[in-house]
């Protein structure tokens, strides 16, 4: 709602010896600030009943006898003090200055008041520049954030300072230049808004501030809606009361964020963001105290808010440049740490590659080796304790080969699982008949699902292995337990394949070591082996999809394998 505030001034006469031979030199200008403000109204008792003297944002800047940036009223230079009312209609705030000047001193200081107005429209689109050049070379939703804070902040610079009243009004009515530059002050509000949310994110700020932040934010269509529905004051005194508690908001986010811990990108010291935030409320508390009738209003506090859209510029700048350093330091880090580690696979590949060949080679070798070796048992007398021992330790090496082999096809992932249907206790109970000494093994199927989705193929390597170890090293004169049983295992189905034995005179495995590649426990040492077995078995149970578990249950130790089906 627009409200009336009466002013009595009283105007002395130009000091004596000026000259006022000229029309311009015999009149004097009113110099009101700030520049918006919708009506003034001078009463002049020297006018005889002529209609007051009328200047505003609601008054054609064209018709104004001198014309400038700031509300002017122009008239005749008393010859003795006199008293002039001044009605003052606006609903943003009251707070006014006015200054009565002569004609030259206005003028030079409206060159002065061009000469800073340029400075900071040049400051501000340089910072703007930087932060659309910045956000092209890296994207990034910080500097997209800060981009639209400063084009807000320069057309809220220009609204206020008067550009629009002056440049548009060929274009629009004084009423909708009016109106425009009323709705900058919250699109403004919001995009600064958005800006600091974004920014204090990074800093992991306390989450129930920023959500007060983006709701702050929210407000803004609520303002525009109540100035499109004729409510200016309540929009503008709305955007005022988020203007105020927005800075005091920011710093106690700045001051609760948390700090950089030794696994985050370093960024700016946390100290540097509450110095800045507290130097931004004091500018910006500065220009909206005054308006609330808290603070006197002087004329310097006309232009906080441009001094703060100058210096929270400078502030952010100076923040985000050193974050971008931050992050390409943190990106070149990253860089060289991807080289090393690609170069690191490179490597590893190539030692594989060479390991693979250098296997095969190997196992050729040692196969062909072996075959000789096996021909030249076989013409021992075939009662011979000889021959059969003979046998075993071709049998050991053969298996010690083939676990080497398999293990690098495992480890490399060229071995990949062919599923199919298989009758897993079926499977077991034929390897378990066939093996020479399937009398000491005692096979329990207890209703075990008679089709499981698996490869035949590994899974014989990984039954074997187990029931090999068992029979290795259980006590003497000791069957080897096997059993099959249903056994779901969360939401999926499943069976289990338990291998158990009594602890022989190597002792039980090491829990922490059992499947460690090479690993073989201290009592196992006088008894052939490559510590491949069960470590070749885990591998092999993960890619079917399945997990072998190791338990100890004195007197026994018990290989638990857990199959989907």
């Known amino acids: 709602k627009t409200s009336s505030t009466w002013l009595r001034l009283r105007i002395e006469p130009p000091k004596p010896g000026i000259s006022q031979g000229t029309d311009r030199e015999a009149r004097l200008v009113l110099r009101i600030l700030p520049g918006q403000l919708d009506e003034i109204a001078l009463f002049d008792p020297r006018r005889n009943g002529l209609p007051p003297l009328i200047a505003g944002d609601l008054t054609d800047w064209r018709s104004g006898e001198y014309r400038s940036f700031n509300q002017n009223l122009v008239i005749d230079s008393p010859a003795e003090p006199i008293e002039v009312l001044l009605r003052l209609r606006t609903t943003s705030h009251h707070g006014i200055h006015v200054e009565a000047l002569r004609w030259e001193d206005v003028e030079a200081i409206d060159r002065q008041q061009h000469l800073v107005i340029g400075c900071v429209m040049i400051f501000l689109t340089m910072v703007l520049g930087w932060a659309i050049v910045a956000w092209i070379d890296r994207p990034d939703p910080v500097l ?88 200016m004051s309540l929009a503008l005194q709305i955007s005022l009361t988020v203007t105020l508690l927005t800075p005091l908001l920011l710093l106690i986010l700045a001051i609760f964020s948390k700090r ?75 860089q060289i740490q991807l080289a090393l580690t690609e170069q690191a696979v490179r490597q590893e590949r190539e030692r594989r590659i060479e390991q693979d060949q250098f296997m095969t080679m190997l196992t050729d070798e040692l196969t062909n080796s072996l075959a000789t070796a096996h021909l030249a048992i076989g013409g021992l007398d075939p009662e011979s304790p000889m021959r059969a021992r003979g046998y075993r330790a071709i049998a050991g090496m053969r298996d010690i080969i083939h676990h080497c082999a398999l293990s690098a ?104 070591k059992v499947f460690t590649k090479y690993w073989r426990g201290p009592g196992a040492a006088r008894l052939a082996g490559s510590g491949l077995g069960l470590y070749l078995s885990f591998l092999i149970a993960g890619r079917l999809g399945g997990d072998l578990r190791y338990g100890l249950d004195t007197p026994y130790v018990r290989f638990v394998l857990w199959l989907p089906v």
């Not at 249903?486 to 069976?495: E, F, K, N, T």
Request: charged share 15%; hydrophobic share 50%; proline share 7%.
């Open 144 to 231: 997209a954030a800060f981009a639209i804070h400063q084009v807000f902040s320069i057309l809220f610079t220009l609204a206020i300072l008067g550009f629009f009243r002056v440049y548009l009004s060929d274009f629009l009515t004084p009423e909708t230049i009016s109106n425009l530059t009323s709705s900058t002050v919250p699109i403004t509000t919001a995009a600064v808004l958005w800006f600091h949310w974004s920014l204090l994110r990074e800093f992991h700020a306390p989450a129930a501030g920023l959500r007060i932040l983006r709701l702050l934010a929210l407000i803004t269509p609520l303002n525009l809606l109540l100035m499109l529905a004729d409510r």
């Open 260 to 334: 950089n811990t030794p696994e985050e990108i370093p960024r700016v010291p946390r100290s540097q963001l509450i110095v800045a935030y507290s130097l931004m409320l004091i500018i910006l508390w500065n220009a909206t105290l005054p308006a609330f009738g808290w603070l006197p209003s002087p004329p310097w506090a006309m232009y906080s808010a441009i001094a703060y859209g100058v210096i929270s510029a400078m502030l952010l700048m100076g923040i985000l440049r050193a974050r971008a350093r931050h992050l390409e330091s943190a990106r070149r880090a990253a």
């Open 409 to 512: 096809e495992v480890e490399a992932g060229s071995t990949t699982p062919s599923h199919a249907p298989e009758n897993v206790a079926a499977l077991i109970r034929e390897w378990c008949q066939q093996h020479k000494e399937g009398a000491e093994i005692r096979f329990t199927d207890e209703h075990a699902p008679e089709i499981c989705n698996t490869d035949r193929q590994l899974l014989s390597v990984v039954v074997g292995n187990l029931i090999e170890n068992a029979l290795k090293y259980r006590a003497e004169g000791t069957e080897v337990e096997v059993s099959v049983a249903p056994h779901p295992q969360g939401a999926r189905d499943g069976l289990q394949i338990t291998v158990s034995n009594r602890i022989g005179e190597a002792g039980a495995p090491d829990p922490d």
